[in-house]
């Protein structure tokens, strides 16, 4: 069997009792990817907007309208925004005056393809994935990578081709620093990869294959909990070059890739996820425009 491929029934049979199953909260909101949970409220992008959900209400509200695209977000640790936008091509951060300063534009002197999803190390640094879905007529770098911000402007390729990597998509440091998951999700070419892969910082030519999505809909967004992964993938309808060998909803993986638990999502398709809550214990979920919570007793406060 491929590594990480583990037929649904038995995932089904395994799946432990929560609380309460997944329950769509906000339809039709716009939830489209780039969940981020700061100061009591739920963000996320759509539509070519930022909007956020306060949770306590459950008043929704854009915050920012033509938003370049808007794709992954992040808080730093001074509670500024960062922001993928894909339209224009760059990574973007808001300043608490308004201000907007440009993380991430060109790299040797060419346009980016579409800023993606991005995660944060402990010094502050910011790694973003960096793929083009749909038309490439656009693109003017020839490799789809993964890059590292040090400082404004400062940017650095650390996986692409000579990785393995095809199409990065979902990114995430490991709590500890020591690794870089990396959602490689090639999925509009028959037999393009749908892995999930597990880097060392430390040398990034030692990789691990952690789960293989195979035929159907690859790795999303992904978030962690300090023990598991939980990744947004799957597709319940199939379409060309997606099969529904694997059904749309979270993937709960340990972190050497085995699947502990699938937590089923009847809309498509699924996004991506985010810790939040007063208790860090909710895990909402971007899918289809709208949006998704599930408490999850045993996750960690993180």
């Known amino acids: 069997m491929t590594p990480g491929r583990i037929p ?12 309460a199953p997944p329950e769509r909260i906000a339809e039709k909101a716009g939830a489209g990817e780039g969940p981020a949970w700061h100061d009591g409220y739920l963000w996320f992008t759509g539509n070519n907007r930022i909007t956020r959900r306060h949770h306590a209400t459950g008043r929704i509200k854009v915050w920012k309208e033509n938003a370049g695209g808007a794709n992954g977000l992040l808080f730093d640790r001074q509670g500024r925004l960062v922001v993928c936008e894909g339209l224009n091509r760059r990574v973007v951060r808001y300043e608490k005056d308004g201000s907007v300063t440009v993380l991430a534009e060109r790299f040797d002197g060419h346009r980016l393809n579409s800023p993606n999803d991005l995660t944060m190390d402990a010094k502050g640094r910011i790694y973003f994935s960096d793929p083009r879905y749909g038309n490439r007529d656009s693109m003017e770098l020839s490799e789809e990578s993964v890059y590292r911000v040090d400082e404004p402007g400062e940017i650095t390729r650390i996986l692409g081709k000579a990785e393995g990597i095809q199409r990065p998509n979902g990114v995430l440091i490991s709590p500890d620093g020591k690794y870089l998951y990396v959602a490689d999700n090639n999925n509009n070419t028959a037999g393009g990869a749908r892995k999930l892969w597990r880097f060392r910082v430390d040398d990034l030519t030692t990789k691990q294959l952690l789960h ?12 962690t909990d300090g023990r598991r992964l939980y990744v947004a993938a799957g597709r319940t309808t199939p379409r060309p070059h997606e099969t529904a060998e694997n059904k749309g909803g979270i993937y709960v993986l340990n972190l050497e890739g085995k699947l ?7 809309d498509e398709e699924v996004t991506n996820c985010a810790f939040g809550g007063p208790d860090g214990k909710t895990l909402f979920i971007t899918a289809g425009g709208n949006l998704w919570s599930v408490l999850l007793p045993l996750a960690s406060s993180r």
């Open 260 to 266: 502990e638990t699938f937590l089923s999502i009847s």
């Open 212 to 223: 293989d999505w195979g035929t159907s809909r690859g790795p999303d967004g992904l978030k």
């Open 8 to 19: 649904l029934i038995l995932v089904l049979l395994a799946t432990p009792l929560l609380a």
